[in-house]
């Protein structure tokens, strides 16, 4: 019984990230669609309004279920959640230092900062949409390195 539990367990782990996985990429397509999408059409177009809008709610969607993965995974593997926290925690701090510390946001803020320009080119103006791609890739990368650093430290 307690094998069954143990592979349960690691199935719902590993279906977890996949998922979660695939929900963070699709936050990503949302917010890059619908800051591209915002000027197809002018005022008042009802079909581009409703388009708009279905791409808006598919951001909301895929970041609950981004979020709740996240969680998931978090809480049942102890392995992630410190590269998980460490992610959040640094993409949080690039954030916040911004304003009083601006090289300090900068510099941690850099992944996002190059993912933005790539993804949305050199002349976006700076709107939530494009604050909230950054964070997220910064908490990509940043919880992908602790992962790495930490794997790297328990191999050696």
């Keep these: 019984m307690s094998a069954l539990k143990t592979a349960i367990s690691q199935m719902r782990s590993a279906a977890s990230s996949?998922?979660?996985a695939l929900a963070i990429i699709s936050v990503l397509w949302f917010i890059?669609?619908?800051?591209?999408?915002?000027?197809n059409?002018?005022?008042?177009?009802?079909?581009?309004?409703?388009?708009?809008?279905?791409?808006?709610?598919?951001i909301y969607i895929?970041?609950?279920?981004a979020l709740i993965c996240t969680v998931i995974t978090a809480t049942t593997s102890r392995r992630a959640l410190k590269p998980?926290?460490?992610?959040?925690?640094?993409?949080s701090l690039a954030a916040l230092a911004t304003p009083?510390?601006?090289?300090?946001?900068?510099?941690?803020?850099?992944?996002?900062?190059?993912?933005?320009?790539?993804?949305?080119g050199v002349h976006a103006s700076a709107g939530y949409d494009l604050v909230?791609?950054?964070?997220?890739?910064n908490a990509i990368a940043y919880?992908?390195?602790?992962?790495?650093?930490?794997l790297y430290r328990s191999k050696s």
Excluded: C, K, M
């Excluded at 059409?41 to 598919?58: I, P, V």
């Design 32 to 39: 890059r669609e619908h800051h591209f999408n915002a000027t």
């Design 18 to 20: 996949v998922l979660g």
């Design 143 to 150: 919880g992908g390195i602790a992962f790495l650093l930490f």
């Design 100 to 120: 009083w510390v601006p090289i300090v946001g900068f510099v941690l803020g850099f992944p996002g900062f190059v993912a933005n320009l790539y993804s949305f």
């Design 132 to 137: 909230a791609y950054a964070l997220i890739v």
């Design 84 to 91: 998980i926290a460490i992610g959040i925690a640094l993409s």
């Design 41 to 58: 059409a002018g005022w008042g177009d009802q079909a581009q309004d409703r388009h708009q809008w279905l791409l808006g709610l598919g």
């Design 62 to 65: 895929s970041a609950t279920v």
